[in-house]
């Protein structure tokens, strides 16, 4: 029968400790045999507070004001009393309650009582001893008492019994989870089992055999119950005690086990930092005493202070065995300190002691106690030290060394560290052994009195221990020689140490710091004292209270000190003053030692006098902030017949107070005497570094003022002008000194203005008239009078104000100069160094290094256009010149403070700026309204030139063209193509080269004569740079690399030519070119190549036609990769034609011959060799000059097929080709099969220079009925891709030209027999798709075609001048106008297409400056007028442009093609689009693949766009299974639980349809690892990618580092008519972009079904808006929400929103009615935080949702505080009608790494899985997945089933099936049989 608590009312209340469900069974320590008999808490309130605080009491005010009192277990008996608390504390309530009788009646009424408990009611000892006596045997009956469980003791069944309310002083947990263990916990925290429980215990001790352990702290038995508790136990000869409290072995540190204490082994006790209080220590007490056997005890440092303290005085008092005490650190008191002190000196064993003192003070009790101590250790038998520290290691005193008379210093030399009270009782004990051999007593710091007061000294001295100092003194008065004692200002034993003094006779020097400051008493002076001795009357009796009283009556002083000094006969020296000892003792009256001793009297005053020989004596003074000075000159007067020099110092650091100090000297220096007094008639000298100007303006011109310094002139100029020239005549001062304190030298005079240069006039004149004046000391120079005599105003100006004029350093100017990266080669340029201060820079114009080098190419560095951008004409000192030179310049070489002197106006003036000094320093004045870095500082500079004069960019480049070639520089390679050079530059290069003595080539054209003349070939390829030779292989050595390759240190070439593939020729470029390649120049040259070459520039091209023209020597010409356009290339094939009839090869081609063929009447046909390269120039010349007639390809099966090179081709050389198809396309019908061309493949892809009417005419001429019969083996592909002049006209030709294929595909000599492929489409595909659908198929169902896939990979390369390789294959995949609208009608052609997927690959690169280091220009161009910038800041922001914005805007116009394309495809045609980053490790592999667009199985394997993601994804996966079997061994990936494919979502990510993700084998880190550079895009926030949700039907961006500023046109759009899956993962929208889509798309009415935004840093916030929009997206079925930041809050909105829970208003609160459920299928949250109450939630959701069939709640640590929301989940899973897949994998905290380690989540624990196994339905889950915490519903069983089990979850909403799910064990609703969907 459990305890009812009964309230004033009598009712009952419900059990605040019932177990909660599900508990944990434990170990019941107080209560084992489950008796329950313990008391309740009758609180206000209930135990409602009390449970749920555990340990929190209410404040006694929360109590009943009434009688409490409960009784009984049954209502038929009376068995337990219950009087707690009936003490009512507080004011006007004192002793009400029940009385000690009425508790005594109360208690004996009840016979059969078995629980009492009296706590509360202040009840002493006495009581209790009564009470057990009045019960006589009945207390045995009694089972719990005050709390303790007497039954338990009684029976022996407890071995431990712990009654504090804490473990430790840390506190605990009750140890049983029941109702009275929590109830006691309670009650304990409140009342203590106090003395009478205590002393009940101790009766039941008396008789216990079981108990070890022993624990009753804090619970206020006093010292009669903890007494009781001791002798009961010592009395049971059973006891098996061993701990008590905190006395037991804690951690490591040893405690005490009484059981030896019985057996006598117990010797040594450390106990220190336990805690012990009182009633510890009494307990204690008595088993020490009981057994006398501790011969080291250590209490230190507890809590023991009052009965404790008298406990163990009474056992030192009676120990015959203890040897060693330490109890320092003990918060006793005064008492205490006495009588552990008077117990220790009364023990007769004890060797060492450590006991508390207490504090020093310097009152009477504690100064008796101390020396009584003292004392009592003197006459100690056998303590040998002591010590009283509170530090954990106690310094003892060793005390035999004073006993035997070894010391002969006081204090010992290691006594720094002992606290005073040590010292202290220590001086007493020396005093009380009398040591006769010690001599020197020092009390105090020390310090140097002559040298400066000892204030400090003073300040740290000790008054506490004056007492027993002069103690000492006293009793050691016979053998004292040397006494130094530094006296306070807070001692009043002052007069009683001056009398003990007088005791040491035989003193020898005596020390007394801070006197000055000691007070004396003059009432306790003896009469003996009285007399003046021989200082004057004057000075103290008519003037005392004027000149010695500042701080104590100085008389006095004085007196006692004389006093002293006469009753010391023998002393020789006081206070370092030299006394003369007996034998000078009538000497002691001089004046000079009167003089001395009375300045020892003064507060603050240092004195020692110096006898300088011949000189004048001098007395060094220092004087600090407390002196007085009108004193100190007073006794100054005493020498008035011995004139001294005062060195006068005054210490204070304050420069006001010594001014002030130094002022007081004005009424003594000018003679301001007073009758009776003598006149101050010594000279002064200062030494401070600081003047007084009080003190200059009030002397007179007879003051004997020496010697002074100060500082600043400034502040002391008009006193001083006041001193020297303001009287008489001027201060009779010797020695002036300046000394500047912070600035010793500067570049500039100091500026004297107004009236203070004819001060300084007069202050010189003043030096030169007196005739004490020596010299004047400044900056460390001295002048003499006459030097000063000798010195300029400005000299003089100089040396007053002592900062010396420091000498400026050479002004350097700096030449305009440019930085460009240059590499030694290839291989450099390849493998950059790391370090960036490797990096070879070449400036311009050159360096000394730099014309050190022997080949340099600044090849395609662009140098006229950077140095216009780059080079600012503001940044150089001669450039500049227009925006500082003008009136006033003329100062600029002026030093400042001489602008208004005769020379300053002898400066270069803008007349004649040439005659400026440059060894001289350079000063600046720019204009106010100009700002350096700006355009305008360019435009104003611009705007002063002369009209023909050239700008600041053309003389840089002149002159950076003459440093390279200047006379003495060592370059022999020089190329400069490609720098914008015009045909005055070439001049400039023509008349540098000639006097150039070492040039050999100039871009890559020999300059020297011989060399020219003996040239045969002309070869001008590209950039020249030669390709490393790849090592041969050897035996030792098979990969060559056994010796490093050194570059070359003389070579230099630019960042930019290694990555121009092609090399712009420029009008300069083109006249050197004319000019150098002459006939006169190259007469024997017969062959010329031209390769790689871009020439935009007709007059460049003209140059080099004229010059090749005039070459009559030439056979053979290359033109190969020639850059030009239409206009161009006709005007060089006209220069070829010209030259035909003398070349013999043209690209191979032999057309002299053809020409000569042609020419004669013979009907021969001359085969063509197959090594011709076929471009615009062979086409052309064939076509132009009529040569096909005469040519013929080699037969069928000798040569090879016709190389075309279509990226260069321009209209000529595409018309060229039409004329050539149609030549043979006309000779097929007359049979001349051996003479067909061999053409299959016509790729212009990639070419930027054909027109749509070029395409038109070849579209046309294929069209050509015997096109096909003219061509051997047919024409298989025709592309014209990436052509980005191609506008739509082409587009309809070439969809004409394939509907024309169509029709004639089998029509005899037609193309349309072999052509398969036009631009990238394979036309036999979809042709076969199409005659399957018109068959209507095997099934009678339509047929679908193959997918098209159209890929574009961007590249930083595109952002250059010239493109690269990469640059070429880029352009190749880009889409024209052309392209979008053909592949648009090939959908409109083909609508059995399924899709079209647009994927757009990003380099990481794209955005970045370049990967060799090199230094972009910063700041603004200054061609930008609108750019502003400040002065604040020299680096101003760089300005858009460059490669960045070429960038930009090369993905923008990818974009923009992608939307105009979309627009152009049909409307229900399925379009997607994915923008991803590289893939790292397989950009290469991207780049290549062929341009086929359709996802065929026959396509062709080297040109499939498919082929190429098949290598990437291959490669992936080898790497992947490489860090597999890393990492544990396997390669084998782990086999996929479910497939989540609703919605066809796994089909709208290209890392799964093009990468193979497939979260296997390949995961998402093994495609784009996390970290990785070379995986981290950030999209620049111009660039728009909003519009391809208007247009597409899928959008697919990830890794893009998209934020809402991408997005912020997406609510512009109004409609979104295709758009059914966005896939936005792997960003970082946040909440504001979540809020930015799912807003737009809900504006514009969107029929989106699967939206994902996975890692994208959603919130709380961007989950509630998703949820607020899922209802106006009727069509949304699948969410992807993984890897973000959604917690509770969060996940509780989905999960209603789905669920069709609408949201309270936020006004008025009221809860809406439900909306009903979402149609929603598919839900993945993994990696969030919903925790248990978002699951909670969602297992709502599955009970009651009709369609969800996928939930994903994987590591969103559900289970980190209880299991019971994960077990819900599961029940509910197994209870949806619906649900297929459940995913709740790494929910569970696992065992933590080590401390500090994070919380690593996991599988569920084992006894969850063996409960989940237990309750699920048998055969629908698999075991193995369960363990995972993945629940895949296989199949649904029968509801009949009586197998069938299952928990149901609980429900927060009341429905129909509420009280079916009220039960956790229980039949489960039919699960119909449910799967997911495989992709």
């Known amino acids: 029968t459990d305890a009812v608590i009964m309230d004033s009312h009598g009712e009952d209340e419900p059990d605040p400790f019932a177990p909660p469900p599900r508990r944990s069974k434990r170990v019941e320590q107080l209560d084992p045999h489950g008796s329950g008999m313990m008391s309740t808490s009758s609180f206000r309130g209930g135990g409602d507070s009390m449970a749920g605080s555990r340990g929190h009491v209410p404040p006694v005010g929360d109590m009943l004001n009434g009688l409490n009192m409960s009784f009984g277990f049954t209502p038929m008996q009376f068995e337990k009393i219950d009087l707690r608390g009936n003490h009512k504390p507080g004011p006007g309530r004192g002793g009400q309650g029940l009385s000690e009788h009425a508790i005594e009646s109360l208690v004996l009424s009840v016979e059969n009582i078995t629980h009492l408990d009296l706590r509360g009611n202040r009840l002493n000892s006495a009581f209790g001893w009564k009470l057990v006596k009045a019960m006589k045997k ?34 605990f947990a009750w140890g049983a989870d029941t109702r009275e263990a929590a109830e006691e916990f309670a009650n304990r925290s409140m009342y203590g089992i106090e003395v009478v429980g205590a002393i009940f215990l101790a009766h039941f001790l008396r008789l216990n055999s079981s108990l070890t352990e022993l624990n009753f702290r804090l619970n206020d038995v006093e010292k009669d119950g903890a007494k009781a508790l001791a002798q009961s136990l010592l009395g049971n000869p059973q006891c098996m005690l061993r701990t008590v409290n905190t006395m037991g072995a804690i951690k490591q540190k040893p405690g005490i086990d009484f059981a030896y204490f019985k057996t006598g082994q117990l010797t040594v006790i450390d106990i220190s930092k336990r805690m012990i209080d009182d009633d510890d220590f009494v307990f204690l007490e008595e088993w020490l005493r009981r057994f006398d056997c501790v011969t080291d005890l250590n209490i230190s440092h507890n809590l023991m202070w009052r009965d404790g303290i008298r406990k163990l005085t009474r056992y030192l008092k009676e120990t015959k065995t203890l040897l060693k005490l330490n109890c320092i650190g003990l918060p006793v008191t005064f008492e205490g300190s006495s009588l552990l002190a008077r117990s220790v000196v009364e023990n007769q064993t004890l060797k060492q002691v450590a006991l508390p003192l207490g504090p020093c003070h310097d009152d009477v009790e504690r100064q008796q106690m101390l020396q009584q101590f003292g004392v009592g250790l003197a006459r100690h038998p056998t303590i040998a030290s002591f010590a009283s520290t509170r530090t954990p290691a106690p310094e003892y005193v060793q005390l035999d060394e004073v006993r035997e008379h070894r010391v002969r210093d006081y204090p010992p030399v290691r006594s720094g560290g002992w606290p005073k009270v040590q010292l202290a009782a220590y001086t007493w004990f020396v005093a009380a052994c009398k040591p006769d051999n010690l001599e020197k007593l020092v009390s105090g710091p020390g310090g140097k009195p002559k040298v400066d007061f000892p204030k400090d000294a003073a300040k740290l001295a000790s008054p506490e221990l004056m007492p027993s100092t002069i103690g000492l003194i006293q009793q050691l008065s016979r053998s004292l020689q040397e006494v130094s004692i530094a006296m306070s200002r807070n001692s009043d034993r002052g007069m009683d140490l001056m009398k003990a003094l007088t005791m040491c006779s035989g003193m020898k020097s005596l020390r007394l710091l801070g006197y000055a400051i000691a007070p004396l008493n003059p009432a306790h002076l003896p009469n003996e004292w009285a007399g003046m001795g021989s200082a004057p009357r004057w000075l103290f009796e008519d003037r005392q209270q004027k000149k010695l009283s500042t701080s104590a009556d100085r008389r006095t002083h004085w007196q006692a000190l004389h006093g002293l000094l006469a009753a010391l006969p023998h002393l020789d020296m006081f206070n370092d003053l030299v006394l003369g000892g007996a034998s000078t003792r009538d000497q002691r009256d001089q004046p000079e030692l009167t003089c001395l001793l009375l300045m020892q009297c003064l507060e603050g005053v240092a004195t020692e006098l110096v006898d300088a020989g011949q000189g004048e004596p001098v007395l060094k003074a220092n004087l600090q902030e407390e002196a007085d000075v009108d004193a100190f000159c007073d006794v100054l007067r005493l020498l008035s017949r011995t004139p001294l020099l005062v060195d006068l110092n005054f210490s204070d650091k304050r420069m006001e107070v010594v001014k002030a100090q130094q002022a007081r000297l004005v009424p003594h220096l000018s003679g301001h005497t007073t009758e009776g007094i003598p006149r101050f008639n010594h000279a002064v000298k200062l030494r401070n570094k600081v003047v007084s100007e009080a003190l200059l303006q009030g002397l007179d011109c007879h003051a004997p003022l020496r010697e002074f310094g100060y500082e600043n002139i400034s502040a002391v100029l008009p006193s001083l002008f006041a001193a020297m020239c303001g009287r008489e005549q ?3 001062v010797e020695r002036i000194r300046v000394d500047p304190k912070w600035v010793h030298a500067r570049f500039s005079r100091k500026r004297f203005r107004k009236r203070q240069p004819g001060w300084l006039d007069g202050i010189q004149a003043a030096m030169l008239r007196s005739e004490r004046f020596v010299e004047l000391v400044s900056a460390g120079n001295s002048y003499m009078k006459e030097d000063i005599q000798d010195m300029s105003p400005v000299q003089f100006a100089d040396a007053l104000t002592g900062v010396g004029l420091e000498e400026r350093e050479e002004a350097e100017k700096y030449q305009p100069s440019m930085p460009y990266l240059c590499f030694p080669s290839r291989r450099a340029y390849n493998n950059p160094p790391i370090d960036p201060n490797e990096l070879q820079f070449v400036a311009l114009p050159t360096d000394e290094d730099a014309q050190k080098l022997r080949v340099i190419s600044f090849c395609m560095l662009g140098l006229r256009s950077r140095l216009a951008a780059e080079a600012r004409p503001d940044e150089w000192p001669d450039s500049s010149k227009p925006l500082w030179l003008g009136p006033g310049s003329h100062l600029r070489f002026a030093i400042p403070g001489d602008e208004h002197s005769a020379d300053a106006g002898k400066a270069a003036t803008p007349e004649d700026p040439d005659e400026e000094d440059g060894s001289r320093p350079v000063r600046y004045h720019w204009r106010e309204d100009l700002k350096l870095g700006t355009s305008f500082a360019c435009a104003a500079i611009s705007d002063a030139l002369q009209r023909n004069e050239p700008t600041f960019a053309d003389n840089l480049l002149h002159e950076s063209l003459k440093s390279l070639l200047v006379e003495d520089s060592e370059i022999k390679e020089l190329d400069l193509r490609g720098n914008g050079f015009t045909r005055d530059d070439a001049n400039l290069l023509i008349d540098l080269a000639q006097n150039h003595q070492n040039l050999v080539r100039l871009n890559m054209i020999p300059v020297l004569e011989d060399e020219a003349a003996q040239c045969h070939a002309l070869d001008i390829v590209g950039t020249g740079i030669k390709e490393p030779e790849k090592p041969e292989k050897d035996e030792g050595d098979p990969y060559g690399d056994d010796e490093d390759e050194e570059d070359p240190t003389d070579e230099a070439y630019v960042r930019e030519a290694f990555q121009a593939d092609f090399v712009r020729m420029d009008e300069g470029d083109g006249f050197l070119f004319l000019s150098y390649v002459t006939p006169a120049t190259f007469p024997q040259l017969r062959r010329v190549t031209l390769k790689k070459l871009d020439i935009p520039q007709e007059s460049t091209l003209a140059h080099m036609t004229d010059a090749l023209l005039s070459l009559h020597t030439i056979d053979e010409l290359m033109l190969s990769d020639l850059r030009l356009s239409s206009r161009g290339s006709s005007l060089l094939l006209q220069a070829v034609a010209e030259m035909a009839p003398r070349l013999t090869s043209l690209n191979g081609l032999p057309l002299s011959k053809l020409v000569q063929l042609r020419d004669t009447s013979e009907s021969n046909v001359f085969e063509l060799p197959g090594n011709v390269e076929w471009n615009d120039f062979p086409l052309g010349a064939m076509s132009r000059l009529g040569l096909w007639s005469v040519a013929a390809f080699e037969p069928s099966g000798k040569g090879g097929e016709l190389q075309l090179q279509g990226h260069s081709l321009t209209d000529v050389g595409l ?12 000779q097929a019908p007359a049979g001349r099969g051996t003479g067909l061309l061999h053409l299959s493949r016509i790729d212009l892809s990639g070419n930027l220079q054909i027109t749509d009417a070029t395409v ?11 096109m096909g019969n003219g061509l051997r083996g047919g024409l298989r592909e025709l592309s014209v891709r990436g052509c980005m002049r191609l506008k739509t006209r082409s587009a309809y030709e070439l969809l004409n030209f394939m509907q024309h294929v169509r029709e004639n595909a089998r029509e005899a000599g037609a193309i349309g027999t072999t052509l398969q492929i036009v631009n990238g489409v394979d036309l036999e595909a979809l042709q076969a798709s199409g005659n399957r659908n018109a068959g209507g198929g095997t099934g009678g169902g339509r047929v679908s075609g193959p997918p098209m896939l159209l890929r574009s990979m961007l590249n930083a390369a595109t952002s250059q001048s010239t493109p690269s390789a990469a640059t070429k294959r880029a352009q190749l995949l880009s889409m024209s106008e052309c392209d979008a609208q053909f592949f648009a009608g090939v959908l409109h052609q083909f609508q059995n297409i399924p899709y079209c997927h647009l994927h757009i690959i990003v380099p990481p690169d794209l955005f970045e400056s370049g990967r060799n280091g090199a230094l972009d220009p910063w700041g603004r161009p200054n061609n930008d007028p609108g750019a502003l910038s400040s002065n604040d800041s020299p680096f101003p922001p760089p300005v858009a442009g460059g490669q960045s914005a070429a960038a930009k805007a090369c993905l923008q116009s990818h974009i923009d093609s992608a939307r105009r394309f979309f627009e152009a495809c049909p409307i229900l045609a399925e379009l997607r689009v994915s923008i991803v980053p590289a893939v790292p490790g397989c950009e290469d592999i991207l780049r290549e693949g062929g341009q086929e667009v359709l ?4 396509g062709s394997p080297g040109h499939s766009a498919m082929q190429s993601f098949n290598q990437a994804k291959q490669l992936l996966q080898e790497k992947a299974a490489k860090k597999r079997k890393a990492a544990g061994g396997q390669t084998q990936a782990p086999k996929a639980l479910y497939v989540n494919n609703i919605n066809r979502q796994r089909l709208h990510c290209c890392f799964r349809t093009l990468y193979g993700k497939d979260d296997a084998e390949l995961t998402h880190e093994g495609i784009m690892p996390p970290g990785q550079r070379a995986s981290a895009i950030s999209l620049p926030s111009e660039v728009d990618v909003s519009q391809l949700f208007a247009v597409a039907s899928s959008v697919d961006l990830q890794h893009l580092d998209l934020s809402p500023s991408h997005l912020i046109k997406l609510p512009q759009l109004t409609e979104m ?11 970082h929208l946040g909440d504001v972009g979540v809020e930015l889509l799912f807003r737009a798309l809900v504006d514009a009415g969107s029929s989106i079904e699967h939206a994902s935004v996975a890692s994208n840093d959603i919130g709380d916030e961007g989950a509630a808006i998703i949820a607020a929009s899922l209802g106006s997206l009727p069509r949304l079925t699948s969410l992807e929400l993984c890897d973000n930041f959604i917690q509770e809050r969060g996940s509780i909105a989905l999960a209603d929103s789905i669920g069709g829970v609408a949201p309270a208003d936020e006004e008025d609160m009221e809860e809406v009615a439900p909306v009903g459920p979402l149609p929603v299928l598919s839900v993945d949250l993994r990696g969030n935080r919903s925790r ?13 949702h009709p369609d969800l069939k996928f939930l994903c709640l994987a590591q969103n640590e559900m289970g980190m505080l209880t299991k019971e929301n994960f077990l819900d989940l599961v029940c509910a899973a197994v209870a949806s009608a619906s649900l297929s897949v459940l995913d709740l994998q790494d929910n569970f905290p696992q065992p933590s790494a080590g401390k500090g380690a994070d919380v690593e989540m996991g599988p569920p624990p084992a006894d969850v899985i063996e409960e989940l196994l237990a309750e699920l339905p048998t055969g629908e889950f698999d075991p193995a997945e ?10 649904r069983g029968s509801a009949s089933s009586a197998e069938k089990k299952g928990r149901q979850p609980q429900q927060g909403s009341s429905s129909a099936g509420t009280k079916q799910h009220q039960h956790r064990n229980g039949h489960s609703p039919v699960i119909h049989q449910q799967s997911m969907p495989a992709s």
């Open 1215 to 1226: 018309r060229g080709l039409c004329v050539m198809l149609r030549h043979f396309a006309a």
């Open 1826 to 1835: 369960v363990k995972r915490a993945v629940f895949i519903r296989r199949h």
């Open 1617 to 1627: 008519p295709v758009l059914t899956h966005v896939n936005l993962n792997h960003n």
């Open 1256 to 1266: 038109a005419d070849l579209c046309h001429t294929l069209k050509t009925p015997s």
């Open 730 to 732: 001027p201060l009779p």
């Open 1732 to 1744: 248990e109450l978002g699951a909670r939630h969602w297992a709502e959701v599955i009970c009651n």
């Open 138 to 171: 009945r207390y045995l009956n009694l089972e719990f008492c005050n709390g303790v469980p007497l039954r338990a003791l009684r029976m022996n069944s407890i071995n431990r019994l712990n009654l504090s309310p804490y473990w430790s002083h840390h506190g």
């Open 1495 to 1498: 996802i065929t199985p026959t």
